[in-house]
């Protein structure tokens, strides 16, 4: 959308005859499009609408004011004030309103509002009669680079450009009118009259770069004689801001999408490289370390051993705080459970990595042919995590199930101990605490069924594992009817009362606690050697 001063010229010409009279009304601004309402002598209310984007900068009418629009501050000592005359800055795409301001007396003075569309700092201001900046829209403040445009500051035009109807010199034209002279189409003569009487008329039609633009005149036989300047530049002007948001946005969708993917395909192939290493080399290693090992004597330490299973010779992963053979076979057996950990897990994930690259995959051809932004932020909804997090969504409070099968669940926090025991539990399901201790608040789901014995013991044991008394012995464990448990008046979150308790006694059991799942499995201690 070339707005070169030749549009400039055309777009005072088409509204001079209907600003010079009329009082400025209003100024609204939403972001970078600012709208300038005007009543004329009849009565009849006018809104321009000028977009101050670089790259969109136009000036057109516009039927309504957005709501999102706001009053602009830096106006309103101009509200109110009569339009004696419109002009453009010769070949410059820069607006003058000449103002007359009264203030609260009655009085009057001259003022002058400032249109500039040229360059990257597109801006609006207003300047006082003594040649001072009044405000702007864009405050550019002393000791910044570049032009300083604040109030109180003498007021300091854009650098001028040369008028190429006096210098006679066709490299001084627009671009776009350079080239017409070089192509033949036009004389500068022509255009410099032209440029004088203003009239010129609307067309639109493709461009050298193959968009769609409106300019002054016709470039090919493709182009189309357009009724209104207005029309065509909202037209064709939002249409192109709406289809550049739409490109910049499928832009940052798609590379977002392509890291997504880029980091399911690393995890599929980190599992494919895994699956060609076996995990079994490393229980191999840790059972014919214990078999040979007594057989070297002390301070022995060999690099390699032969594997019994390949008969392949297999380096000793030997490390400086090992104090022998069995420290070493102690960081075999551990390798050789994080890899079938690892291999567990991955068998459990891949599916999901799987599903998960077609989705992607799927949204990524869905976001290339959106149409609207709207549509496009539908297809670039998260797809999900890299987990089974979708379908096993995390679970409020800690869950463990007894050796009966009832299940047993436990607060991590205040807020979950508090939510535990009097939203989730029923009336009559179990309800366990460490005596004088603080810790979490332990439910065994048993309902109104009786509750197995060794079930009361393993949640009984996992109050006294996540408490404070957690690493002692003989803890003494309360446990009562839900129903029994009453908050503490004026007590924090989680802190109550109850009646009816009975007490158990526990010590916390390493294994039992495996077995539930609170403490992950240890390694076995290697046997002795034998003799």
């Not at 350079?178 to 009259?193: F, I, N, P, Q, T």
Request: charged share 25%; with cysteine.
């Amino acid at each position: 959308m070339p707005f070169d001063a030749l549009v400039m010229r055309a777009v005072t010409h088409e509204w001079e005859p209907v600003l010079t009279g009329a009082r400025l009304l209003a100024v609204r601004q939403d972001g970078p499009r600012v709208y300038l309402s005007v009543g004329g002598p009849t009565g009849a209310r006018t809104t321009l609408l000028v977009v101050l984007t670089p790259a969109y900068r136009r000036i057109q009418r516009e039927d309504t004011v957005p709501r999102a629009a706001r009053p602009s501050a830096w106006a309103d000592r101009l509200l109110g004030a009569r339009i004696h005359a419109v002009s453009q800055v010769p070949w410059e795409r820069v607006w003058h309103w000449q103002l007359e301001l009264a203030d609260e007396v009655g009085r009057t003075a001259p003022a002058t509002l400032v249109i500039e569309l040229a360059g990257h700092l597109t801006n609006i201001l207003w300047i006082a009669s003594d040649g001072t900046v009044g405000d702007a829209y864009r405050r550019i403040a002393p000791g910044r680079p570049g032009r300083t445009l604040y109030p109180g500051v003498p007021y300091t035009p854009p650098p001028p450009v040369a008028n190429p109807c006096a210098t006679g010199r066709v490299q001084d034209l627009p671009p776009w009118a350079r080239r017409m002279v070089a192509d033949g189409r036009s004389r500068l003569d022509d255009l410099c009259r032209a440029y004088a009487a203003g009239a010129f008329s609307p067309w639109e039609g493709p461009g050298p770069d193959g968009a769609r633009h409106v300019w002054v005149f016709p470039l090919s036989e493709a182009w189309q004689a357009q009724d209104s300047w207005s029309r065509a530049w909202a037209r064709w002007g939002d249409a192109r801001e709406r289809h550049d948001a739409l490109e910049d946005a499928r832009r940052s969708a798609l590379a977002a999408l392509d890291r997504q993917m880029e980091q399911v395909e690393r995890q599929l192939a980190r599992t494919a490289a895994r699956a060609a290493d076996d995990p079994e080399r490393w229980r191999r290693l840790g059972d014919a370390l214990l078999t040979v090992g007594p057989s070297w004597g002390d301070g022995a330490r060999p690099s390699a051993l032969v594997d019994p299973v390949t008969g392949d010779l297999v380096e000793i992963p030997w490390r400086d705080e090992d104090a022998g053979y069995k420290d070493a076979a102690q960081h075999a057996y551990h390798q050789y459970k994080k890899a079938k950990a690892a291999e567990a897990a991955e068998r459990r994930l891949v599916p999901h990595w799987t599903a998960l690259r077609g989705r992607l995959a799927g949204q990524r051809a869905a976001a290339a042919a959106a149409d609207s932004l709207a549509a496009l932020a539908q297809h670039t909804k998260s797809p999900g995590r890299l987990t089974e997090a979708r379908d096993n969504p995390h679970l409020p409070y800690r869950r463990f199930v007894g050796q009966a099968g009832t299940e047993i669940w436990v607060g991590r926090t205040e807020a979950e101990n508090q939510s535990l025991t009097f939203q989730a539990a029923r009336p009559d399901d179990l309800w366990f605490h460490v005596k004088q201790y603080p810790g979490s608040h332990v439910l065994l789901r048993c309902g109104k069924n009786p509750a197995p014995r060794p079930d009361v013991a393993d949640a009984a044991m996992l109050a006294a594992f996540y408490s404070r008394a957690g690493q002692g012995s003989s803890i003494p464990v309360d446990y009562t009817a839900r129903k029994f448990v009453k908050k503490r008046p004026h007590g924090q979150p989680g802190q109550v009362l109850y009646v009816r308790e009975q007490t158990i006694y526990v010590t916390p059991d390493p294994l039992a606690l495996t077995r539930l799942g609170a403490r992950r499995e240890q390694l076995a201690e290697a046997p002795p050697p034998s003799r």
